[in-house]
């Protein structure tokens, strides 16, 4: 008797080619118009009621099966990043600056597999929805179908997403309670000082110097204010200052970004950013801008919801090959927003190893697996069958 990874492999080819023309016509966040259309279309194609427009370029499709009122979300992302492509292979991007680096072409193949699958059979009770976001990439995209009443217009119990991961062998999922991924927050921060001859240093005010002490003092924040048991990073990324040899410059600019896995912990780092950079002033007799962005939180899976993924990814491929005990990443994800309106649980799936993984997400040089994606589809159908299982045969 096939499975549903057999048949899904059976038109692996169709994704294949689905995810390769996706590649090559990479969209930036809040501008995926020819992505959400071929989503549409497709799932019109499969009979599935669809609502475009959602978060300006979202869909959702909505599939019902027997008679059960219970209700879960499946969500992919549809985004590309602002990454000028290295590859040579055919289905490169054909857009300058922007390619799928992050593998949402991959995600957005395989949910719709996954409906291909599920619309077909109907081997379930109740209703999924196959919630496709735009702009993860930074933009906060999941954060706006939130505001924009995703869980009013379409109610569920629980909404679920996956991601993949190269370093992970193909083949293998990662999926624990708690945090999987960490928040993420902006800093900016301005130094205004007095300018100078930079032989007479005593007559200004040294923003280069001031900006060398904040960078350095804003590591010990993780050293030594942060206890040894949690974990978080800060680091400063951009420093900008001076034209020339003999001027010391009267600004400096400085950019960087926050971690962490735990609101406590994230509340603690702001405010000794926020200590340290009046400190620095004080001490250097500058003045300190700082602009704090909190732009996604932390993404943390429901114990129950993340125990159903385990299920249902352990009936797909085992328990050897779940991973539950995995390091949560320092990296972020805006499906975090949708897990603090609802139940849900976030998954890893392996992109695979050495060569066949390739190098690490956000990388020109990076390509989604084509291999993985059967399995990707398969997952998301026992997902389904898992936590809306139809009634057994009399």
């Not at 193949?109 to 291909?116: D, Y």
């Not at 370093?167 to 205004?192: C, E, Q």
């Not at 932390?298 to 991973?323: D, F, M, Q, S």
């Not at 291999?371 to 026992?382: E, H, K, Q, T």
Request: charged fraction near 20%.
């Amino acid at each position: 008797m096939s499975t549903p990874l057999d048949v899904i492999e059976g038109f692996q080819d169709d994704l294949i080619r689905m995810r390769h023309d996706l590649h090559a016509h990479p969209e930036t966040a809040f501008e995926e118009t020819r992505t959400a259309a071929i989503v549409a279309a497709e799932l019109e194609a499969l009979g599935i009621e669809v609502h475009e427009g959602i978060a300006r370029t979202g869909v959702v499709g909505v599939l019902r099966a027997g008679n059960s009122q219970r209700a879960i979300g499946l969500r992919a992302d549809m985004d590309a990043l602002p990454i000028h492509e290295a590859n040579t292979f055919t289905h490169r991007s054909r857009v300058p600056g922007k390619m799928h680096a992050c593998g949402h072409d991959g995600h957005t193949t395989m949910l719709l597999g996954a409906a291909r699958y599920l619309a077909r059979h109907r081997d379930f009770d109740g209703t999924v929805y196959f919630i496709f976001q735009p702009a993860e990439e930074g933009e906060g995209g999941g954060r706006l179908m939130v505001q924009e009443g995703l869980f009013e217009r379409f109610p569920m119990q629980a909404v679920y997403g996956m991601h993949n991961i190269p370093g992970i062998p193909a083949g293998t999922f990662g999926v624990m309670p708690g945090p999987m991924m960490a928040s993420f927050d902006l800093l900016d921060i301005r130094i205004r000082a007095k300018g100078g001859h930079a032989a007479f240093p005593h007559e200004a005010t040294d923003a280069v110097l001031a900006g060398s002490a904040l960078v350095c003092a804003l590591q010990d924040i993780v050293s030594r204010r942060i206890s040894p048991l949690d974990s978080a990073v800060v680091s400063i990324t951009t420093f900008h200052a001076g034209d020339t040899h003999n001027v010391l410059p009267d600004e400096a600019r400085l950019s960087g970004t926050v971690r962490a896995f735990s609101a406590s912990v994230r509340d603690a780092v702001e405010t000794e950013v926020r200590r340290i950079c009046e400190g620095i002033a004080h001490a250097h007799r500058v003045e300190v801008e700082l602009s704090y962005d909190r732009r996604y939180p932390p993404t943390i899976n429901t114990e129950r919801e993340a125990g159903v993924a385990r299920e249902a990814a352990t009936r797909l491929v085992g328990a050897e090959h779940v991973l539950t005990r995995a390091q949560a990443l320092m990296a972020a994800e805006d499906f975090a927003f949708m897990l603090q309106a609802c139940p849900g649980a976030y998954v890893w799936l392996g992109n695979g190893t050495g060569q066949q993984g390739g190098c690490m997400v956000h990388n020109p040089g990076y390509d989604f697996n084509d291999a993985i994606m059967p399995l990707g589809c398969a997952y998301w159908v026992s997902l389904v069958q898992t936590a809306l299982p139809a009634p057994a045969a009399a």
